[in-house]
């Protein structure tokens, strides 16, 4: 069997990846020559290769961009490297209609850090969180089979965390006005019980969801505060404001001027 065949039969059995070690297997023929068939295949646009040894098969109209949508392989593509990941920020908030412009990467939350990922005109951006398996998810259907993404409540956790991944405090109170509609009490709530001690990104998404208009989601939020002792904080690091203006009720030094873009 030729690499050509071995691909058409990936392709009749709606697989659109493979690996070095795959194809080897198969084709029965040294590493040297399979490797050398690899990049006729990839000179021509027809393969590419975001990490070593993995491998994308491109349908024509994805050969332009030099890769296929990172939505439809990061799952196997995390598998393959062994990495436990949800899909985050505003990428997650893209899959729930919630972010008001197209994100130009997929955001990915994984364990440890990593570089990013740059595949023909496709960027993978790696975000790091160490307590991403307490962190609720769930699967989500794509063109190409399965994600694992945050869920809204965990989505809403992340883009007040890391408000520098997600454009700035601004665009992250314009994706939480449209992420509300998907958001849950009582998933919310939970999502405070697991959290333990930290109550940093609750004072945050508190304020944050009191400026978007959602009171039932800001309460529950609350609620969880009045039964501790918390101390001040800045609303976000980078701010633009030289002298905040202090939130009472969230103990919160509002740094940053918020605008919702329409």
């Not at 491998?55 to 994805?62: C, K, Q, S, W």
């Not at 890769?67 to 392989?73: N, S, T």
């Not at 995390?78 to 130009?104: E, F, N, R, T």
């Not at 307590?131 to 989500?140: A, F, G, H, V, Y």
Request: with cysteine; hydrophobic share 40%; charged share 20%.
């Amino acid at each position: 069997m030729r690499l050509a065949d071995y691909i058409k039969n990936r392709q009749s059995k709606g697989y659109f990846y493979f690996t070095t070690e795959q194809a080897q297997t198969a084709l029965g023929v040294s590493i040297a020559a399979l490797r050398a068939a690899i990049r006729r295949f990839q000179q021509r646009g027809e393969l590419a290769e975001p990490v070593r040894g993995f491998h994308l098969i491109l349908p024509p109209e994805h050969q332009k961009q030099g890769c296929l949508p990172a939505l439809y392989f990061i799952d196997e593509l995390a598998s393959y490297l062994d990495l436990p990941y949800y899909v985050c920020l505003l990428s997650a908030g893209s899959i729930y209609g919630a972010a008001h412009q197209k994100p130009q990467v997929l955001q990915v939350m994984i364990p440890a850090k990593r570089l990013p990922i740059k595949c023909g005109q496709v960027v993978i951006q790696w975000v790091t969180n160490k307590q991403l398996s307490s962190m609720p998810t769930q699967k989500i259907k794509t063109d190409y089979g399965y994600v694992i993404a945050s869920t809204p409540e965990v989505t809403a956790k992340d883009l007040v965390t890391y408000p520098h991944r997600a454009a700035g405090m601004s665009n992250v109170v314009t994706v939480l006005s449209e992420l509300v509609d998907k958001m849950r009490v009582k998933e919310l709530k939970a999502l405070i019980n697991s959290s333990g001690k930290r109550l940093n990104w609750i004072q945050r998404l508190g304020y944050c969801l009191d400026f978007v208009g959602e009171k039932k989601l800001s309460q529950a939020l609350y609620e969880r505060l009045k039964q501790s002792r918390f101390s001040s904080i800045l609303l976000c690091s980078r701010g633009s404001i030289t002298t905040p203006i202090f939130n009472k009720k969230w103990r919160l030094y509002v740094n940053d001027q918020l605008e919702i873009d329409e």
